[in-house]
RNA sequence: GGAGACGUGGCCGAGAGGCUGAAGGCGCUCCCCUGCUAAGGGAGUAUGGGGUUUGUAGCUCCAUCGAGGGUUCGAAUCCCUCCGUCUCCGCCA
């Protein structure tokens, strides 16, 4: 959620820059109801007031024993009155809220304009494609063939887009989601967390994902179908999710920031709209395993730690040696809590393209706004936090670069060095 | 899953319809006293929002005692629902 103030005392610039990432906003409207909210919630508080003045004059008269029926008279239809503003009010406030509540973030003024993915800068590549002097397989022909990869067996037991993988596909994957916690707790500080993989709807307003995203989303009804779901939990999207939550809430000492944290998870999308994209293999499934990684930072700092967490998802690319470049998200393609989205691209040999692997974003005060995050440094009052997370990385996608990327003529599998101590030592798959 | 107890500020803990945004204590901050240490005295110490102001400060109003509803002129206090914690029993990895 962007800052309340700043949509009111700077709401034309707010709405050009919004422009940038497609996104228009309705200045009239807002004004109209800004100036609706003021009247109705000034209505209502001097109610209030009367209606506290009265009640204590009543209770202090009863005190001395006096008659406290002309108080009585004088407040009669007062609740009434104090109802209605009430409710005034309350309409007023929730119908700009949901209007707020949809708002995107503001792009960093570093992030380039445009209106699609074609619009995204290329900052960086690292490594070179390898050339091959046999016909590349993609993931799935070359899984397949070896038994690793089951696709019926998953529509079987499931549905379409989700996996079941056996043997050292399987392991290959346990071993990258180790070496990623590892890397990220011993070489960049970050501390490793477990979390629920179910979370509630505050958790999934606090990060973004709700109201607007709720579609993309796995929800479990907890009770029967006519009962309330406010209490309903949803299967978590990211790890972003609960790790960020951590911080909702919360006011932290400034001592205790930066907080790095580091999480694998499985995440669950329901991908709706996707649908014919990517169809075939791990590249978009409904189910996928994810490190991700999270940081709570000062506010000063957030965009230097951008780099540095964007290094650290570069660093498991470097570890594997996959080739990759790094992408910065234009205005029209970064994610509605972003201010800036590095986006990793690693290079895909079956699709002989670069695909993304890892999204590592600034949401500057976007989601502790609406998770009350907040640090207090010294005598001050509390500030917010700028939250930042990126992917480190999503291990499917790991996993289908490093088949693709290290196939042999034979269909064998080379084991990346970095990856061999956590495989047992074996060198080929 | 069953039965009971409970949920108050940074922490502990009183309060049982009005003078309570909340006694007292601990902690923390500042000031005074003190040769150092120890001790003592005083003041302060929640969060969000609105109005006023170009903005800050200030002033002022509103809200918040797990959450949401209700009763009442008035609710931390009474009633309902939910969430959570603890104890005992049951079950389970």
Known sequence: MLDTKLLRTQLEAVAERLKTRGFELDVEQIQQLEAERKKRQVEMQELQALRNSRSKAIGQAKAKGEDI?????????LKEKLEAAKAAEEAVQSELEAIYAS???????????????EDNV???????????????KDHVDLAEARGWYDNEAAVKIASSRFAVMKGPMARLQRALIQLML???????GYEEVY???????????????????????????????????????????TAEVPVTN????????????????????????????????????????HQFEKVEMVQVVHPDTSYEVLEQLTGHAEAILQKLELPYRVMNLCTGDIGFSAAKTYDLEVWLPGQNAYREISSCSNFEDFQARRLQARFRS??????????????????????VAILENYQNADGTVTVPEALRSYMGGVEVL
């Open 69 to 77: 029926q002309p108080i009585l008279d004088e407040v009669a239809d």
């Open 103 to 117: 708002i995107p973030n503001l792009p960093h003024e570093s992030v380039p304009v445009g209106s699609s993915e």
């Open 122 to 136: 290329e900052i960086r590549r690292w490594g070179t494609p390898p050339e091959f002097d046999f016909e590349v």
């Open 182 to 188: 590892d890397t990220h707790t011993q070489t960049h």
């Open 195 to 237: 979390v629920p993989y179910l979370v509630n709807q505050d958790s999934l307003r606090g990060t973004g994902q709700l109201p607007k995203f709720e579609a993309d989303l796995y929800k479990i009804a907890k009770h029967e179908e006519h009962d309330t779901n406010d209490r309903d939990l949803y299967l978590i999207p």
């Open 246 to 285: 951590l911080v909702r809430g919360e006011i932290l000492d400034e001592s205790a920031l930066p907080l790095k944290m580091t999480a694998h998870t499985p995440c669950f999308r329901s991908e709706a709209g996707s649908y014919g994209r990517d169809t075939k293999g791990l590249i978009r499934q």
């Open 378 to 399: 010294g005598e001050g009052k509390p500030q917010l936090v700028h939250t930042l997370n990126g992917s480190g990385l999503a291990v499917g996608r790991t996993l």
